[in-house]
């Protein structure tokens, strides 16, 4: 069955600097997306992106996120300065049409800032 | 805010059917009922989602009530492998396809 992978399992990394989540998606799908969880709480929508740009984001997404598909294979999500509240699990998915009938989602990225 | 109410956790025995309660009372018509699950903070998993008839796959049925203001996933058969937290979400076909999570129903099926 087609998965979407999604690396590295762990980070850890210091307050302020940058991380890269590495995701490759499904190959025949089109729509890709970026959602976190908190450790305790929801699922939450961070962006959608599609024919190379971004479709949608939630107010969690700011200035310190930023998404790219560098090769058309991977789909990248950058943290330029990690805080603290950034730990969380980070979850990648996509779906093969904008309806997003049935979304595949990654096993996750845990970030743990300290 | 949450379209959709859901009980915060329930048990079910092993190999007995679970039935997990949806309420969506202010659904509207272009909206379908999807079920996602996530089995200890793995990625969410589809499951299944209905419009309006009673839909049936492999892992699962849906039945969606007539005024379509309330839904029950089924897991005919569970299984161990089958606690999880359960989300039920409804959204309109055609929207982009990001999906807006609540806090679900905790499933815990037991030996």
């Known amino acids: 069955e087609p998965e979407v992978t999604q690396t590295p399992s762990h980070q850890v990394t210091q307050m302020g600097q940058e991380v890269i989540l590495r995701c490759v998606p499904i190959s025949n799908h089109l729509y890709f997306y970026w959602y976190r969880q908190i450790l305790g709480q929801k699922v939450e929508f961070l962006v959608s992106?599609?024919?190379?740009?971004?479709?949608?984001k939630s107010e969690i997404f700011d200035d310190q996120f930023s998404v790219e598909r560098p090769d058309g294979s991977n789909f990248t999500l950058k943290i330029r300065s990690t805080k603290l509240e950034d730990s969380a699990m980070y979850f990648c998915?996509?779906?093969?049409?904008?309806?997003?009938?049935?979304?595949?989602f990654g096993q996750g990225t845990r970030l743990t800032v300290v | 805010d949450a379209k959709t109410t859901q009980p915060t956790s329930m048990d079910c025995a092993e190999g007995r059917a679970a039935n997990l309660p949806c309420n969506h009372s202010?659904?509207?018509?272009?909206?379908?009922v999807y079920w996602y699950r996530q089995i200890h903070s793995q990625g969410p998993q589809y499951i299944i989602h209905?419009?309006?008839n009673n839909e049936t796959n492999e892992m699962a049925s849906l039945i969606i009530t007539e005024d379509r203001k309330s839904s029950t996933l089924i897991l005919p058969h569970a299984t161990l492998r089958d606690t999880a937290v359960y989300y039920c979400?409804?959204?309109?076909?055609?929207?982009?396809?990001?999906?807006?999570f609540g806090k679900g129903t905790k499933l815990s099926v037991k030996p």
């Open positions: 998915a996509s779906t093969q049409d904008p309806q997003g009938t049935e979304a595949f």
């Open positions: 209905g419009l309006k």
């Open positions: 992106f599609y024919n190379n740009e971004i479709s949608e």
């Open positions: 202010t659904i509207s018509g272009n909206e379908y």
């Open positions: 979400i409804v959204r309109v076909r055609g929207s982009q396809g990001n999906l807006i």
